[in-house]
């Protein structure tokens, strides 16, 4: 049994899906006997489920629902394998990770609150506004910003991230996307590991 590293694991958003998700298990059991003179009840409620439980039932919908695509692929969530850069950005409160897939940047942006060990920092970073006026705090020259401009500077944040690559996984939501050549792609992430 191979055991998942995790870097970064937003219970935010896996908490928030996985309300939302309808599960076929029963959280509540009763056992009862009509005896038609004396009747015994016992009631039972199952413990809260841990957060990886929670994260396995979110994927496993997200699969079954068809939401999640790869990063060419059209599709509320995405999911990726590849060799990414990492970093957090304390002063900001977020995280960022950038990577190279098929000549597409792809940026994750999160809060660094959902850092494994990252410490607790507010849980502001995932906020799609937020997490676009932060990285757009982290050019040189931030000016003023339409899509081009955004789509420019997040190719320029995948390439400045500092550090050795680490091959990593992740299902991330889709936020801003420009295709074509030299696109990029912006995900706020559910989860991200280390892959052996």
Known sequence: MSLTYYLYLSQLKIGLLAAQVVSSAQHETEFAVDLKVVRYSRKAVLPERHDLDKLEKVIRHLQDADQIGTAAEPGPYFQACLEMRWKVFPTAGIVVFAGTLDDQVIVLGGSASHVVGGGDAEPLGSVPPYLFRKLQELQPDPGEFDDER???????????????????????????????????????????????
């Not at 050795?164 to 590991?193: C, D, H, M, W």
């Open 150 to 196: 955004f789509h420019e500077s997040l190719s320029q944040i995948g390439a400045a991230l500092p550090g050795p690559t680490q091959r990593v996984e992740f299902i991330a939501k889709r936020l801003a996307e420009k295709s074509g050549p030299n696109g990029t792609l912006l995900g706020s992430p559910i989860y991200v590991a280390l892959v052996d």
